[in-house]
């Protein structure tokens, strides 16, 4: 219920309509009144003999403040609070909109966080392409050999009893030997086509059973073939120095370690003519630093031609860094040769990264 109220005439009136007095009359909300009511005693003569009931405003009203142009200022107070609760709604809407930003940083900063933590998994290699299968008990290539039937390398031995694989014009050939005498063939293939060769540990002997008819207290017993032909299958291929200098290559990992486990010795070809003091003019450096720092030249006397390299090894060159005794601490000097079990691995890669042949070996020594 509202109040009646003149320009400060009178002060508040009840809500009757008295008729005589005079307008501009204001409506206001009501104020809490005070119960029970207050009487107040008008003049005799103001509206007779009986005295009327008036509620007078207790605090915090107080209805002499819109006396004498009060509704003006009320109104004009209103308007202010009109104009503050704009201003407030703005403020909340612009406070919203700010909330939203910081939300939707939030939540990518949190994916953020959540990729660093749990990073995908990386894609998997690229597929290689199925290699060539591994002949067994096989010929070289006319190409790699001296054109009699023979290696390249050394004198006299036989071109047969390889194992290779040829990709077009490259091929990739080893072979096992009692040094000086027959040829080791194969004694079987594992699951993961590995060639297992078994021999004689020790250095070279007098051993007629397999053709050896010298000693050396300074070779081992069995040599590692390798040889590598870009020119096979000719005419056509790539000659060496083309084929290396373009970017193919060309390894041999020979393991020195003994027991089941494998640390590779690694050997890259480079041509280097000017290094070279065998027939061909491709020498092998150190392809890590695992033994040596990268790059040393560790062979330089390969025999071959302009398409073909090829050489024997033998444990013996490297018997320093063979450890003799993986139970004791550091590299453990003793024999060349010792028993154990060696891999033996020749790989080569075309010019455009793709392997072309892996022929892998292991050797059996007791």
Same mark, same amino acid.
């Given at each position: 219920?509202?109040?009646?109220?003149?320009?400060?005439?009178?002060?508040?009136?009840?809500?009757?309509?008295?008729?005589?007095?005079?307008?501009?009359?204001?409506?206001?909300? !009501?104020?809490?009144? /005070?119960? %029970? $009511?207050?009487?107040?005693? &008008? #003049?005799?003569?103001? @509206?007779?003999?009986?005295?009327?009931?008036?509620?007078?405003?207790?605090?915090?009203?107080?209805?002499?403040?819109?006396?004498?142009?009060?509704?003006?200022?009320?109104?004009?107070?209103?308007?202010?609070?009109?104009?503050?609760?704009?201003?407030?709604?703005?403020?909340?809407?612009?406070?919203?909109?700010?909330?939203?930003?910081?939300?939707?940083?939030?939540?990518?900063?949190?994916?953020?966080?959540?990729?660093?933590?749990? !990073?995908?998994?990386? /894609?998997? %290699? $690229?597929?290689?392409?199925? &290699? #060539?299968?591994?002949? @067994?008990?096989?010929?070289?290539?006319?190409?790699?050999?001296?054109?009699?039937?023979?290696?390249?390398?050394?004198?006299?031995?036989?071109?047969?009893?390889?194992?290779?694989?040829?990709?077009?014009?490259?091929?990739?050939?080893?072979?096992?030997?009692?040094?000086?005498?027959?040829?080791?063939?194969?004694?079987?293939?594992?699951?993961?086509?590995?060639?297992?060769?078994?021999?004689?540990?020790?250095?070279?002997?007098?051993? !007629?059973?397999?053709?050896?008819?010298?000693?050396?207290?300074?070779?081992?017993?069995?040599?590692?073939?390798?040889?590598?032909?870009?020119?096979?299958?000719?005419?056509?291929?790539?000659?060496?120095?083309?084929?290396?200098?373009?970017?193919?290559?060309?390894?041999?990992?020979?393991?020195?370690?003994?027991?089941?486990?494998?640390?590779?010795?690694?050997?890259?070809?480079?041509?280097?003519?000017?290094?070279?003091?065998?027939?061909?003019?491709?020498?092998?450096?150190?392809?890590?630093?695992?033994?040596?720092?990268?790059?040393?030249?560790?062979?330089?006397?390969?025999?071959?031609?302009?398409?073909?390299?090829?050489?024997?090894?033998?444990?013996?060159?490297?018997?320093?860094?063979?450890?003799?005794?993986?139970?004791?601490?550091?590299?453990?000097?003793?024999?060349?040769?010792?028993?154990?079990?060696?891999?033996?691995?020749?790989?080569?890669?075309?010019?455009?990264?793709?392997?072309?042949?892996?022929?892998?070996?292991?050797?059996?020594?007791?």
């Amino acid at each position: 219920m509202g109040y009646l109220f003149d320009k400060g005439r009178f002060g508040p009136y009840l809500p009757y309509d008295f008729g005589w007095h005079s307008p501009p009359f204001v409506f206001v909300e !009501p104020c809490i009144l /005070p119960t %029970p $009511p207050v009487w107040w005693e &008008l #003049p005799w003569g103001f @509206l007779g003999t009986k005295a009327l009931p008036l509620f007078y405003p207790t605090p915090p009203c107080d209805f002499g403040h819109y006396g004498g142009g009060g509704s003006a200022q009320l109104l004009a107070e209103i308007a202010d609070l009109k104009h503050i609760n704009i201003e407030l709604r703005d403020d909340i809407a612009d406070l919203t909109h700010d909330i939203q930003v910081l939300t939707t940083a939030v939540h990518d900063l949190e994916e953020q966080i959540d990729d660093l933590l749990h !990073p995908p998994p990386p /894609p998997p %290699p $690229p597929l290689e392409p199925d &290699l #060539p299968v591994i002949q @067994l008990n096989a010929t070289l290539d006319i190409t790699a050999t001296k054109g009699n039937g023979t290696w390249i390398n050394g004198s006299g031995i036989p071109a047969t009893g390889v194992i290779k694989q040829v990709d077009g014009h490259s091929e990739n050939a080893e072979m096992f030997t009692y040094r000086n005498g027959n040829t080791i063939q194969p004694f079987g293939v594992d699951q993961d086509g590995v060639v297992i060769f078994h021999g004689p540990d020790g250095p070279q002997v007098v051993d !007629p059973a397999h053709g050896v008819s010298s000693a050396n207290a300074a070779r081992g017993a069995v040599a590692q073939g390798f040889s590598f032909d870009t020119g096979a299958n000719a005419p056509g291929g790539m000659a060496q120095q083309a084929f290396l200098t373009a970017g193919g290559q060309e390894f041999v990992y020979i393991d020195l370690d003994p027991t089941s486990g494998v640390s590779n010795l690694a050997l890259r070809a480079e041509y280097d003519p000017i290094h070279a003091t065998g027939s061909s003019p491709v020498v092998f450096v150190a392809a890590d630093s695992l033994y040596f720092p990268e790059g040393t030249i560790l062979v330089n006397d390969n025999a071959g031609n302009d398409f073909v390299v090829q050489n024997f090894t033998n444990l013996a060159f490297f018997n320093s860094l063979i450890d003799h005794d993986p139970n004791v601490a550091g590299v453990q000097g003793g024999p060349i040769a010792p028993a154990g079990t060696y891999d033996f691995e020749t790989v080569m890669v075309n010019i455009n990264g793709q392997v072309l042949s892996d022929v892998h070996s292991q050797l059996i020594l007791a």
